[in-house]
């Protein structure tokens, strides 16, 4: 079993920041990538940043110049510092991997329970 537990959503005003955090646990032998996913209300689940083993890091348009995706190999976090918030960065924010859970095995995306993103005055 994988379980991606997240953490660091909450409230926050304009022009403000935080950060997020994202743990894979569980039978994992190898995280090709992990990542950050957001949805609005009534609208799909874009790709906020996305980082690789390797290091190579994808953001999506509406975040480029003020989020920073980050990652810990060795404990399998990715973390997300989002600065400069927008109200329309309102979202839910959910984690991603795409791993192995054996030498033999297929890769796997997971996908975390979501944590919510209000940026508000």
């Known amino acids: 079993q994988v379980q991606l537990v997240e953490s660091g959503g909450g409230l926050v005003q304009p022009g403000g920041s935080l950060r997020l955090s994202c743990a894979a646990s569980?039978?994992?032998?190898?995280?090709?990538?992990m990542g950050w996913y957001h949805q609005a209300p009534g609208k799909q689940r874009d790709l906020v940043a996305r980082?690789?083993?390797?290091?190579?890091?994808n953001y999506g348009d509406s975040v480029k110049g003020r989020f920073t995706v980050s990652r810990d190999n060795a404990n399998n976090t990715v973390y997300l510092q989002m600065n400069s918030l927008k109200p329309e960065d309102t979202a839910v924010y959910y984690c991603n991997a795409n791993l192995q859970r054996s030498a033999w095995s297929s890769r796997v995306i997971y996908w975390g329970q979501g944590t919510q993103v209000t940026v508000s005055s």
């Open positions: 980082i690789t083993s390797g290091g190579v890091i």
């Open positions: 569980g039978s994992i032998f190898n995280i090709y990538s």
